[in-house]
């Protein structure tokens, strides 16, 4: 079982999906600790309104395809605005993960978008929602989850 510590961290193998209410403003950190397990197919990094499983809206999804259907090794960014309308962004060129090995995510919160690192590796993905109206980290998909760390 999970524990919450100081600074905001939770301590190892917590539970999928994780699900924790967020405040966000400019500067926030979130950093999350993982490995993907053997034969995943995916995993996903949520930043929603509201703690609904399937929400409406979605400021920010980062979706880890290993082999989700025709999807092989591609991360995608994406967004969901209302029923059904979203707007995706593939990562083809890079793709940071390996199965079964240990990943560190850090996630900065800026004025106009999200910058995620994994090792050396940059990505932006651009506010289609403002930072306040998000309210809810949700973490779930094919993961082991070691540590979550949001720092606002």
Sequence with gaps: MASETSGGSLSQHLEIPFVRSVSLNENSKIIIKGRP?????????????????????????????????????VVVCSHRMGEGSCSEERNTYHFPFVQGHRFKIMILVNLDHYQIQV????????????????DTLRIDGNIELIDVKVMS
């Design 37 to 73: 397990l053997e034969g995943a197919s995916r995993f996903n990094i949520w930043f929603q309104i509201g703690a609904d499983p399937e929400p409406d809206n979605v400021a920010f999804a980062y979706d880890a395809r290993f082999n989700y259907g025709s999807d092989k090794n």
């Design 119 to 134: 090792g050396s590796h940059v990505t932006k993905f651009y506010h289609r929602f403002a930072i306040q109206d998000v």
